[in-house]
């Protein structure tokens, strides 16, 4: 049985060797190189570009500005990656359609030429002159300016209330409350965006590390006029996205538009600076919030209303922090409400949790302060709030061993021994703080479809058109084939990440799993039913050298039936952590952290691990170090490169033990997989601040903390 | 007491000289510009003939004059194992040997590099025939995306062979320059320690 | 980039020779900042003069001083025998600095001559007075939070980042030069010069001058530390850092020696907290009395006000530290 088992990787020998070709590795005959020029102001219009230097420059091919840019067909307003064949749409605002700038970085040239070199030099050269206007910053104090959402993602409500949250707030004996906000973050994956691009006549070839090549493919075809079929995207290897590489971005679209401008085979990589630019980013949040309880730890009511931001060209609500804390705890009398302040920034995109990354920061953030106020353990009280049925939906939970979490978890952390009062525990000279927080994902599931081969030597190939960002995808699908037909998994190989391969959902969601696990489990079935297996001890070689073709293959399609309309799923876990403070400059650090998921069943725990420490450093970076800033006079971005945009490294990292319970759901898919890929980077913000007002006794309620935040007032 | 290896200049009459000196220094044939030289019909005209040794084979290559180490070996070399990930040395995914010492290609120029001997991670393995360190990799899952792994392997190695990797805190802070935003780090300390190990017991049984 | 001619001096009197003979040119050695000015069009040389190879990389001891190459790696700094016995603080500040991958390249004279990490400098289309002289600052009113609190000028506010900088500021290190008109010594105090009028001036340097050592008092006898405090715990330029030396004479302090980075737009030297000390018994209320001192002269930002009490508070760590027997 293969399902289940720690293998390693099998695109591991690739990546290890530097034989894995990401996007840019390729380098098509004939190729030139790109070079993308950014606007220097936040919005107004650009009043006069001179090309001519850079023109001059030799080597240099094209270039390509709003003057000379090709008009495009619009992409809708409302984007949909959680439907395969659904039109890419991050980019309402099309690249270079007009002399108008809306946000800052927004590309004003590309350069083309014969050497990476040259294009740079070329693209310092263009002198452009702006008209520039007084950009909308995002103001969590102008009022009049926010808009409510009425609904998030098209189907979830934006302003909810459960019960009488005010009556019950102003009736609690014990009222928490506070201001949180959390900081706009960028994806930065190491493999910068690029996209390598060639026509032939009127089919395109695309080159793109995404993680959806139907949603590129269907975006392209729309804004260029073509047929779909006429446009192939490939990502065979992607180096990770965490949400930034899943909607079709302008350079995407530029370096196509310029390839066929100037009939070459284009390689665009942007630059790092331009990683702030149009490639999306996790908004920022403000948030009123307040918990109302008994004096002896009964939550009673809980409200809050968040405010994000969105593009003025673009109406979308990507980090809605206001789903997650509706179905966390009991039968409380709840408001959770979602606003937007339209300003001149880019589009922001999903980002790792996005939503419950913000979402359960305040939920877990209220529920430690009100166990602080009260004096009661934060585990018991999460405890002694549990929700039966989930009290957004009153829907029974398909499983939920949120208990069994806190129990194991606070056994493997040793919480027994937390001393409650602030500073009560030192190490080594050291303060130590302790911390912990509930975490929850959804566990969603769409349409995908998998194709399964046999070849006469009995290997077999599972092919469709879903991506491995870092996830194991390419061996989780190898580990269900192989277990359905009942061989070893190093027996399997597999094809990903081409629009020519069966339809698949966006690696989004932390759906992949449920959705095109089920799908190859599905199509495996298929085929072992295809084959005689009699009398050939289970030989897949031999039941096909029988039939005596070069192959045999069976397709399936998966799809959720209406188990949504019975059941609640979700994945839940806890995580704590443990923070050190030095005593005089009170600096913290994160020392060790313990994490207890129950997720359903877990294909492949090595890989599953490896993405929980993966969203462990999400939240560290959230809380701790992160921060993109925008100039508060001009909305600037002031720090768009890793040297001042900190993320975590090797000795930002605690001690981590993970363990996942053996939950089995019989409700959520054929797999029983929920996808828990998330839960190490949600509410795990909370525990770390709770932590240092455990160590120190201040509040931190901004995000990312800085040093002076627990300095006494 | 005077080191004599150190530069004096007053020993060498330089002032003297230096005073009569003027123009160009290279057209007086003091120094050796690079070589230079335009080809005919050249789409870019920037280039110059370098000669690497890269992974123990002598390339000759012609590159524009500016071109980082990095973008040698990517664009001209088509050694693309070695990634670039910000271009300004702020992330390690660029991470090479030079003459045994790691060092970022994105921010040495190629041309400053023909008498040195170049290590890329194409050089230390492949599929078949992995590396120690690489072979830790995939055993630890040492990795998720894959894209800053070569970095971190040729981090990796670098980090035992200069004798930084004695306790985990001395690796955590001697991989700190790869950043891995897939957040492997555990993983690469586990992968490190168990080469290192693995190495004391060979050294011990020979 | 602009494309420039690489020059191959044969000798140190040929590199300075051929510095001088061209308006645009710079010497290249580790290279790492430079590269980075270069792609970020910064720094746009039309020659490049290859000092690598001329023999500037030895560490030696000169008697009373030891006398770091100016191009002996950083990596080296950190590990070199001397360093260690008689001048530990370098080797601290640079393993605080940067990563090995940088370290292996780096170079002293690089290290103290790099540039800027204000924001505004890098960002395209800002003002900046470093970048374009008598464009204004756009540091100022802005984001600041990592710029200087001491030193600054109504030009300027950035912050001198070197690690390695506040050692020999701490150990009054010296640098030798030498140029078109021969050879001089410049006190590491007035090495780097606080912005005034001129911000685009950053050190004492004349046009074509090469350093070719940096020369550091014996202070073997001293107990030192560094502590660097920053956004993350590797990897990233300080927020404040504070370099200290001591000696105790029968439980009294002797000798002193403390500077801070992140502050200032120079290493920032803190004489009033030193003699504040100086025949004083260790204790954490001394230290905090004498720290309160560093705040004279601190001309506060936007967002940067929080380094006056994390000053402190690193300078009393850093005492803590080096005054512990």
């Given at each position: 049985?293969?399902?289940?088992?720690?293998?390693?990787?099998?695109?591991?020998?690739?990546?290890?060797?530097?034989?894995?070709?990401?996007?840019?590795?390729?380098?098509?005959?004939?190729?030139?190189?790109?070079?993308?020029?950014?606007?220097?102001?936040?919005?107004?219009?650009?009043?006069?570009?001179?090309?001519?230097?850079?023109?001059?420059?030799?080597?240099?091919?094209?270039?390509?500005?709003?003057?000379?840019?090709?008009?495009?067909?619009?992409?809708?307003?409302?984007?949909?990656?959680?439907?395969?064949?659904?039109?890419?749409?991050?980019?309402?605002?099309?690249?270079?359609?007009?002399?108008?700038?809306?946000?800052d970085l927004?590309?004003?040239?590309?350069?083309?030429?014969?050497?990476?070199?040259?294009?740079?030099?070329?693209?310092?050269?263009?002198?452009?002159?702006?008209?520039?206007?007084?950009?909308?910053?995002?103001?969590?104090?102008?009022?009049?300016?926010?808009t409510?959402?009425?609904?998030?993602?098209?189907?979830?409500?934006?302003?909810?209330?459960?019960?009488?949250?005010?009556?019950?707030?102003?009736?609690?004996?014990?009222?928490?409350?506070?201001?949180?906000?959390?900081?706009?973050?960028?994806?930065?994956?190491?493999?910068?965006?690029?996209?390598?691009?060639?026509?032939?006549?009127?089919?395109?070839?695309?080159?793109?590390?995404?993680?959806?090549?139907?949603?590129?493919?269907?975006?392209?075809?729309?804004?260029?006029g073509?047929?779909?079929?006429?446009?192939?995207?490939r990502?065979?290897?992607?180096?990770?996205?965490?949400?930034?590489?899943?909607?079709?971005?302008?350079?995407?679209?530029?370096?196509?538009?310029?390839?066929?401008?100037?009939?070459?085979?284009?390689?665009?990589?942007?630059?790092?600076?331009?990683?702030?630019?149009?490639?999306?980013?996790?908004?920022?949040?403000?948030?009123?919030?307040?918990?109302?309880?008994?004096?002896?730890?009964?939550?009673?009511?809980?409200?809050?209303?968040?405010?994000?931001?969105?593009?003025?060209?673009?109406?979308?609500?990507?980090?809605?922090?206001?789903?997650?804390?509706?179905h966390?705890?009991?039968?409380?009398?709840?408001?959770?409400?979602?606003?937007?302040?339209?300003?001149?920034?880019?589009?922001?995109?999903?980002?790792?949790?996005?939503?419950?990354?913000?979402?359960?920061?305040?939920?877990?953030?209220?529920?430690?302060?009100?166990?602080?106020?009260?004096?009661?353990?934060?585990?018991?009280?999460?405890?002694?709030?549990?929700?039966?049925?989930?009290?957004?939906?009153?829907?029974?939970?398909?499983?939920?061993?949120?208990?069994?979490?806190?129990?194991r978890?606070?056994?493997?952390?040793?919480?027994?021994?937390?001393?409650?009062?602030?500073?009560?525990?030192?190490?080594?000279?050291?303060?130590?703080?302790?911390?912990?927080?509930?975490?929850?994902?959804?566990?969603?599931?769409?349409?995908?479809?998998?194709?399964?081969?046999?070849?006469?030597?009995?290997r077999?190939?599972?092919?469709?058109a879903?991506?491995?960002?870092?996830?194991?995808?390419?061996?989780?699908?190898?580990?269900?084939?192989?277990?359905?037909?009942?061989i070893?998994?190093?027996?399997?190989?597999?094809?990903?990440?081409?629009?020519?391969?069966?339809?698949?959902?966006?690696?989004?969601?932390?759906q992949?799993?449920?959705?095109?696990?089920?799908?190859?489990?599905?199509?495996?079935?298929?085929?072992?039913?295809?084959?005689?297996?009699?009398?050939?001890?289970?030989?897949i070689?031999?039941?096909?050298?029988?039939?005596?073709?070069?192959s045999?293959?069976?397709?399936?399609?998966?799809?959720?039936?209406?188990?949504?309309?019975?059941?609640?799923?979700?994945?839940?876990?806890?995580?704590?952590?443990?923070?050190?403070?030095?005593?005089?400059?009170?600096?913290?650090?994160?020392?060790?952290?313990?994490?207890?998921?129950?997720?359903?069943?877990?294909?492949?725990?090595?890989?599953?691990?490896?993405?929980?420490?993966?969203?462990?450093?999400?939240?560290?970076?959230?809380?701790?170090?992160?921060?993109?800033?925008?100039?508060?006079?001009?909305?600037?971005?002031?720090?768009?490169?890793?040297?001042?945009?900190?993320?975590?490294?090797?000795?930002?990292?605690?001690?981590?033990?993970?363990?996942?319970?053996?939950?089995?759901d019989?409700?959520?898919?054929?797999?029983?997989?929920?996808?828990?890929?998330?839960?190490?980077?949600?509410?795990?913000?909370?525990?770390?601040?709770?932590?240092?007002?455990?160590?120190?006794?201040?509040?931190?309620?901004?995000?990312?903390?800085?040093?002076?935040?627990?300095?006494?007032? | 007491?005077?080191?004599?290896?150190?530069?004096?200049?007053?020993?060498?009459?330089?002032?003297?000289?230096?005073?009569?000196?003027?123009?160009?220094?290279?057209?007086?044939?003091?120094?050796?510009?690079?070589?230079?030289?335009?080809?005919?019909?050249?789409?870019?005209?920037?280039?110059?003939?370098?000669?690497?040794?890269?992974?123990?084979?002598?390339?000759?290559?012609?590159?524009?004059?500016?071109?980082?180490?990095?973008?040698?070996?990517?664009?001209?070399?088509?050694?693309?194992?070695?990634?670039?990930?910000?271009?300004?040395g702020?992330?390690?995914a660029?991470t090479?040997?030079?003459?045994?010492?790691?060092?970022?290609?994105?921010?040495?120029?190629?041309?400053?590099?023909?008498?040195?001997?170049?290590?890329?991670?194409?050089?230390?393995?492949?599929?078949?025939?992995?590396?120690?360190?690489?072979?830790?990799?995939?055993r630890?899952?040492?990795?998720?995306?894959?894209?800053?792994?070569?970095?971190?392997?040729?981090?990796a190695?670098?980090?035992?062979?200069?004798?930084?990797?004695?306790?985990?805190?001395?690796?955590?802070?001697?991989?700190?320059?790869?950043?891995?935003?897939?957040?492997a780090?555990?993983?690469?300390?586990?992968?490190?320690?168990?080469?290192?190990?693995?190495?004391?017991?060979?050294?011990?049984?020979? | 980039?602009?494309?420039?001619?690489?020059?191959?001096?044969?000798?140190?009197?040929?590199?300075?020779?051929?510095?001088?003979?061209?308006?645009?040119?710079?010497?290249?050695a580790?290279?790492?900042?430079?590269?980075?000015?270069?792609?970020?069009?910064?720094?746009?040389?039309?020659?490049?003069?290859?000092?690598?190879?001329?023999?500037?990389?030895?560490?030696?001891?000169?008697?009373d001083?030891?006398?770091?190459?100016?191009?002996?790696?950083?990596?080296?700094?950190?590990?070199?025998?001397?360093?260690?016995?008689?001048?530990?603080?370098?080797?601290?500040?640079?393993?605080?600095?940067?990563?090995?991958?940088?370290?292996?390249?780096?170079?002293?004279?690089?290290n103290?001559?790099?540039?800027?990490?204000?924001?505004?400098?890098?960002?395209?289309?800002?003002?900046?007075?470093?970048?374009?002289?008598?464009?204004?600052?756009?540091?100022?009113?802005?984001?600041?939070?990592l710029?200087?609190?001491?030193?600054?000028?109504?030009?300027?506010i950035?912050?001198?980042?070197?690690?390695l900088?506040?050692?020999?500021?701490?150990?009054?290190?010296?640098?030798?030069?030498?140029?078109?008109?021969?050879?001089?010594?410049?006190?590491?105090?007035?090495?780097?010069?606080p912005?005034?009028?001129?911000?685009?001036?950053?050190?004492?340097?004349?046009?074509?001058?090469?350093?070719?050592?940096?020369?550091?008092?014996?202070a073997?006898?001293?107990?030192?530390?560094y502590?660097?405090?920053?956004?993350?715990?590797?990897?990233?330029?300080?927020?404040?850092?504070?370099?200290?030396?001591?000696?105790?004479?029968?439980?009294?302090?002797?000798?002193l020696?403390?500077?801070?980075?992140?502050?200032?737009t120079?290493?920032?030297?803190?004489?009033?907290?030193?003699?504040?000390l100086?025949?004083?018994?260790?204790?954490?209320?001394?230290?905090?009395?004498?720290?309160?001192?560093?705040?004279?002269?601190?001309?506060?930002?936007?967002?940067?006000?929080?380094?006056?009490?994390?000053?402190?508070?690193?300078?009393?760590?850093?005492?803590?530290?080096?005054?512990?027997?």
């Open positions: 049985m293969a399902i289940g088992l720690s293998i390693p990787r099998i695109d591991g020998p690739a990546k290890v060797t530097g034989t894995a070709r990401y996007a840019a590795d390729h380098y098509p005959e004939g190729l030139a190189q790109g070079y993308l020029v950014p606007a220097t102001i936040t919005r107004g219009r650009i009043a006069f570009i001179d090309t001519s230097a850079a023109e001059a420059v030799p080597a240099v091919v094209g270039i390509l500005t709003h003057e000379n840019m090709v008009s495009l067909n619009p992409l809708p307003l409302y984007v949909t990656p959680l439907d395969p064949m659904g039109a890419s749409g991050q980019q309402v605002r099309l690249p270079m359609q007009d002399d108008r700038i809306e946000h927004e590309y004003v040239a590309l350069v083309l030429a014969e050497t990476y070199e040259a294009a740079q030099e070329a693209g310092g050269l263009i002198r452009v002159e702006y008209e520039p206007e007084d950009a909308v910053q995002f103001d969590y104090e102008d009022r009049a300016a926010h409510k959402v009425e609904t998030i993602f098209g189907a979830l409500e934006g302003q909810y209330t459960r019960g009488d949250p005010d009556a019950a707030m102003a009736a609690s004996a014990v009222r928490v409350e506070g201001t949180f906000d959390t900081p706009i973050m960028h994806h930065n994956p190491i493999e910068l965006h690029a996209t390598v691009a060639a026509w032939d006549d009127n089919r395109l070839d695309v080159r793109e590390p995404t993680q959806w090549v139907l949603g590129i493919r269907n975006g392209l075809a729309q804004t260029f073509l047929r779909a079929e006429d446009v192939r995207v990502s065979e290897y992607v180096g990770v996205g965490f949400g930034g590489k899943g909607l079709l971005a302008p350079h995407t679209i530029l370096a196509v538009a310029a390839a066929r401008r100037f009939d070459r085979p284009v390689r665009l990589v942007i630059t790092r600076a331009l990683e702030f630019s149009a490639v999306g980013f996790r908004a920022r949040t403000h948030t009123e919030a307040a918990l109302g309880g008994t004096a002896d730890g009964m939550i009673e009511s809980i409200t809050m209303e968040m405010l994000s931001e969105t593009p003025v060209f673009q109406d979308v609500a990507f980090e809605p922090g206001v789903l997650a804390p509706r966390m705890y009991g039968n409380v009398n709840m408001r959770a409400n979602l606003a937007l302040h339209a300003c001149n920034v880019p589009a922001p995109v999903p980002m790792r949790a996005p939503g419950e990354a913000s979402g359960m920061f305040v939920l877990e953030s209220l529920l430690n302060d009100y166990a602080a106020e009260i004096g009661m353990d934060p585990v018991e009280v999460r405890r002694m709030n549990r929700a039966e049925v989930n009290p957004e939906t009153g829907l029974p939970w398909s499983s939920n061993m949120l208990m069994e979490c806190y129990d978890g606070a056994a493997m952390f040793g919480w027994a021994d937390y001393t409650p009062e602030a500073g009560s525990m030192t190490r080594d000279g050291k303060l130590i703080g302790w911390g912990m927080a509930s975490a929850t994902y959804p566990m969603i599931r769409t349409i995908s479809a998998a194709r399964v081969r046999a070849f006469p030597n009995g077999v190939q599972v092919a469709c879903a991506h491995d960002i870092g996830t194991g995808m390419y061996t989780v699908c190898a580990q269900i084939a192989a277990d359905t037909l009942g070893d998994p190093s027996g399997v190989d597999v094809l990903l990440g081409d629009t020519d391969l069966p339809l698949a959902p966006a690696a989004v969601a932390a992949s799993t449920a959705s095109v696990g089920s799908a190859v489990q599905a199509a495996a079935r298929n085929l072992r039913a295809e084959l005689d297996l009699s009398g050939t001890g289970g030989s070689g031999e039941a096909v050298r029988r039939t005596g073709r070069a045999v293959e069976a397709m399936a399609e998966s799809r959720p039936g209406d188990e949504y309309t019975r059941v609640s799923m979700y994945a839940f876990g806890a995580n704590f952590i443990e923070v050190e403070v030095d005593p005089i400059t009170l600096w913290a650090r994160p020392t060790r952290m313990v994490g207890v998921y129950a997720g359903g069943k877990v294909i492949n725990p090595t890989t599953a691990r490896s993405q929980l420490i993966g969203g462990v450093a999400f939240a560290i970076g959230m809380a701790m170090t992160e921060h993109t800033i925008r100039d508060p006079r001009n909305g600037r971005t002031a720090n768009p490169d890793l040297g001042l945009y900190h993320m975590p490294v090797q000795a930002d990292m605690p001690e981590m033990r993970f363990e996942f319970l053996e939950e089995k019989p409700h959520v898919n054929p797999l029983g997989a929920k996808g828990l890929g998330e839960l190490g980077g949600v509410g795990l913000q909370a525990a770390i601040t709770d932590a240092m007002r455990h160590a120190t006794g201040r509040h931190v309620r901004y995000l990312p903390y800085t040093p002076e935040a627990l300095f006494p007032a | 007491m005077t080191d004599d290896t150190t530069f004096d200049p007053s020993r060498r009459g330089f002032l003297k000289s230096s005073a009569a000196l003027g123009g160009s220094a290279a057209a007086m044939g003091l120094g050796e510009a690079a070589a230079q030289e335009a080809v005919p019909g050249d789409p870019t005209p920037e280039a110059v003939e370098i000669t690497l040794r890269v992974n123990g084979a002598e390339r000759h290559v012609r590159a524009d004059i500016r071109a980082s180490l990095l973008d040698v070996l990517r664009d001209r070399l088509k050694l693309t194992g070695t990634k670039k990930g910000c271009d300004a702020h992330c390690g660029c090479i040997s030079v003459n045994g010492e790691r060092r970022l290609a994105c921010l040495t120029l190629a041309i400053r590099h023909q008498d040195d001997e170049i290590g890329t991670i194409e050089g230390l393995g492949n599929p078949d025939e992995m590396h120690s360190m690489q072979a830790a990799f995939v630890h899952d040492a990795f998720q995306c894959g894209y800053c792994t070569p970095g971190q392997i040729m981090s190695v670098a980090c035992i062979e200069t004798g930084n990797a004695d306790t985990r805190e001395e690796i955590k802070e001697f991989m700190s320059g790869n950043i891995c935003r897939c957040a780090f555990p993983n690469i300390v586990a992968a490190i320690e168990d080469v290192r190990d693995a190495d004391l017991v060979r050294e011990r049984d020979t | 980039m602009r494309p420039y001619q690489l020059l191959r001096p044969r000798s140190v009197e040929m590199a300075v020779e051929m510095m001088a003979a061209h308006l645009e040119a710079q010497y290249i580790g290279g790492t900042n430079q590269i980075d000015m270069m792609k970020a069009g910064i720094h746009r040389p039309s020659h490049l003069v290859d000092i690598a190879g001329l023999g500037l990389d030895r560490i030696s001891d000169q008697g001083v030891i006398r770091l190459g100016a191009l002996a790696s950083n990596t080296v700094l950190a590990t070199d025998p001397l360093v260690l016995e008689h001048v530990p603080m370098v080797s601290q500040t640079v393993l605080e600095g940067a990563t090995q991958q940088i370290r292996n390249a780096a170079t002293t004279a690089g103290i001559l790099q540039r800027n990490r204000c924001p505004y400098f890098y960002v395209p289309g800002t003002r900046c007075n470093r970048k374009n002289p008598g464009s204004g600052c756009d540091a100022i009113g802005g984001f600041d939070r710029n200087a609190i001491f030193g600054t000028s109504e030009s300027c950035a912050v001198m980042p070197s690690d900088a506040i050692a020999l500021r701490a150990y009054d290190a010296r640098v030798r030069v030498i140029g078109p008109d021969g050879m001089r010594t410049i006190p590491f105090a007035d090495f780097h010069r912005p005034g009028d001129t911000p685009e001036v950053e050190t004492d340097l004349r046009k074509s001058e090469l350093i070719l050592s940096v020369d550091v008092p014996k073997g006898r001293l107990a030192s530390a502590h660097k405090i920053r956004e993350r715990r590797s990897y990233a330029f300080a927020l404040l850092s504070v370099g200290g030396a001591a000696r105790l004479t029968d439980g009294r302090i002797a000798e020696r403390l500077a801070a980075g992140g502050v200032g120079v290493p920032w030297r803190l004489p009033q907290v030193e003699s504040a100086i025949d004083e018994a260790p204790s954490q209320e001394a230290f905090q009395r004498a720290a309160a001192l560093s705040r004279d002269g601190a001309v506060i930002g936007r967002q940067n006000a929080f380094k006056l009490p994390m000053l402190e508070r690193a300078i009393v760590r850093v005492l803590t530290d080096i005054t512990e027997t």
